[in-house]
C-alpha cells in the first residue's frame, strides 16, 4: 500500500491534467475525509461540466474509448486513487458519493479549481 502522501501526490496528478482541460471542481469523499488515521484510498468527483472534452483526449487519451475501464480499474489497483465524473447532465456519481451504504447522508469536501490548479 503506498503512504498517504504518495496517495495525495499521485492525486494532484490528475488536479493538474483536468483543471488544464476545464475541470472547474473536485470533490473529495469516502475515507480520506473522515477521522479514520490510514485511509485505503481517495475518492475523487471532477466536475466535467466545462470540459474541453477534445484537449482531455490530447492529454489523457486513456481515459476515454476501450481503455477506460482497463486504466481505472488500474488507477484504483496502483495509486489507490478512485477517479469519478459527472457534469450536468449526468450526476449520477455526484450523488452517489453523498450516501453512505445505508442510505445515510455523507460529506465531500469541493476544491475549487475555478483558476486553476498550482502546486509543486
Do not use: W
Not at 16 to 44: E, M, Q, R
Not at 58 to 76: A, D, Q, V
Not at 99 to 111: A, H, M, S, T
Amino acid at each position: 500500500a503506498l503512504s498517504l502522501r504518495n496517495k495525495i501526490k499521485r492525486a494532484l496528478l490528475f488536479f493538474k491534467i483536468f483543471s488544464s482541460c476545464g475541470c472547474t471542481a473536485v470533490y473529495i469523499g469516502g475515507s480520506f475525509v473522515s477521522t479514520k488515521k490510514n485511509p485505503a484510498d481517495i475518492d475523487l468527483c471532477f466536475d466535467f461540466t466545462d470540459i474541453n472534452e477534445a484537449k482531455l483526449k490530447k492529454e489523457f487519451p486513456e481515459f476515454f474509448g476501450s481503455e477506460r475501464i482497463n486504466t481505472i480499474g488500474k488507477l484504483r489497483r496502483n495509486i489507490e486513487v478512485h477517479i469519478f465524473t459527472f457534469d450536468s447532465s449526468d450526476r449520477y456519481m455526484f450523488d452517489y458519493l453523498q450516501e453512505d451504504r445505508y442510505g445515510n447522508p455523507k460529506g465531500l469536501v469541493k476544491i475549487s479549481l475555478k483558476n486553476g490548479y498550482i502546486y509543486d
